[in-house]
């Protein structure tokens, strides 16, 4: 599993965030109810995949990259930089999967 524990449901690696440590150990560790989503709720990727799907993460979904990651785009990216964001994501669901496997 590697490092699996501090990648994200959506692919992100959480320990090259600034927000990690202290202030947000990731999804994993507090099942969805992450700082960034009010009211306590649980982030609606998080829900969709662990929740409903019952998947560990986005990359058993054939529909990642979906509307759900487009909805939850972080407004500090331009276009081009979710973009790269998107990809980046994908690659490193990708090798999780194949390091599982
Ligand atoms: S957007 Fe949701 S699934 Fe992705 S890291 Fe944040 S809490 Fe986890
Ligand atoms: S639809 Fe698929 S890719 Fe989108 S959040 Fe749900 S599990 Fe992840």
């Not at 320990?15 to 109810?33: P, R």
């Not at 994908?90 to 599982?100: C, F, N, T």
Request: aromatic share 8%; net charge negative; proline share 3%.
């Amino acid at each position: 599993m590697g490092e699996s524990n501090t990648i994200s449901v959506c692919g992100t690696q959480c320990s090259t965030c600034y927000c990690f440590g202290e202030l947000c150990q990731g999804c994993n560790a507090c099942e969805g109810k992450v700082f960034h989503v009010p009211d306590g709720k649980t982030c609606a990727i998080y829900e969709c995949t662990v929740h409903t799907k019952k998947f560990a993460n986005c990359g058993a979904c054939e529909a990642a990259p979906c509307e759900i990651w487009l909805r939850t785009r972080d407004p500090k990216f331009s276009d081009e930089e979710f973009e790269k964001n998107i990809r980046e994501r994908m690659a490193m669901l990708k090798k999780e999967a194949s390091a599982d496997a």
